[in-house]
């Protein structure tokens, strides 16, 4: 089954917003950040893999949380389709870790973040690496976010994936572990990422097409 639609006019655009899957809590003395996966867990996100496969959905770049659990979550789906955590396509920051947790910013953090790696990627593309300048805290050097991008990945954490996937699409969104929000967007402009998510563009102009996880793709 193929989540949405063709799009009436301009180009469409299109972002899954994953919430990692269930990670274990059995070493007290581990840090949070370095919670790995249950085995249910590793099962959950590999289900919720051919879901979003099966609805057509699979990222052309991805942006991860650098969280031990939602980098295995994104491993686990990389055994499904190597689509999913590709190498030449994979941005892991440690920001969304910590934006996850404020209340409200994760959305705009997201947006800085892809138009940040559109202005990379141009970069890379127009200028010699002897010519580039990148200041020592660049945690993604070279762009990697090609022009035909057209659906990016984000995985992360609640609270901010359920705030940032509402606050894109204007609607209630609820997302359990291992569970994405599909959301798409029409855009005429030639700007491509940087019109689409620049300033408050994103901001309640996405669709909510479908929600994907385990146990299947619930159209909207």
């Excluded at 973040?113 to 141009?122: A, G, I, K, L, P």
Aim: proline share 2%.
């Amino acid at each position: 089954m193929r989540a949405g639609g063709a799009p009436v006019g301009g180009k469409t655009y299109r972002l899954v917003m994953l919430r990692h899957s269930a990670s274990s809590w059995a070493d007290a003395n581990s840090r949070d950040a370095e919670r790995p996966l249950t085995a249910e867990g590793r099962d959950l996100a590999k289900k919720t893999a051919e879901n979003v496969r099966s609805a057509g959905w699979l990222p052309d770049f991805t942006i991860c949380s650098n969280s031990a659990r939602s980098k295995e979550t994104l491993e686990m789906m990389r055994e499904v389709d190597g689509s999913f955590g590709a190498e030449a396509s994979t941005l892991y920051l440690g920001s969304l870790y910590h934006f996850a947790s404020l209340d409200g910013q994760l959305r705009q953090h997201l947006s800085e973040c892809v138009v940040q790696e559109v202005t990379r990627s141009t970069m890379a593309t127009n200028e010699s690496s002897s010519e580039k300048i990148l200041s020592a805290d660049d945690e993604c050097g070279v762009g990697m976010l090609s022009a035909d991008v057209r659906t990016i990945m984000c995985v992360g954490h609640n609270k901010g994936m359920e705030e940032a996937a509402g606050e894109f699409c204007g609607r209630d969104v609820r997302l359990q572990v291992a569970t994405a929000a599909l959301l798409e967007k029409t855009y005429e402009g030639d700007d491509g990422w940087v019109g689409v998510m620049g300033g408050n563009e994103g901001k309640g102009s996405w669709r909510l097409v479908a929600v994907a996880s385990p146990e299947g793709i619930l159209d909207l």
